[in-house]
């Protein structure tokens, strides 16, 4: 790939990472609206727990 190829990469990951974070205030908020709701609630950290591991896959892959 030419460097130009590399860099857009990097700015789309950085973009996907950034609406990854984002989305973790609405999951907060899904929560405390669901919270009496235990299956959703489960379902809520079980999306937020493989939402941070993207982030954290993104994170590695960019540090390369």
Known sequence: KTTMEHIRLHEILLVIK???????????NLKY????????????????TKVKNQISELEKKLSL
């Open 18 to 28: 950034t609406e990854l974070q984002g989305s973790l205030e609405g999951l907060k």
């Open 33 to 48: 609206t669901y919270y009496k709701d235990t299956i959703t609630s489960s379902r809520i950290d079980i999306i937020t």
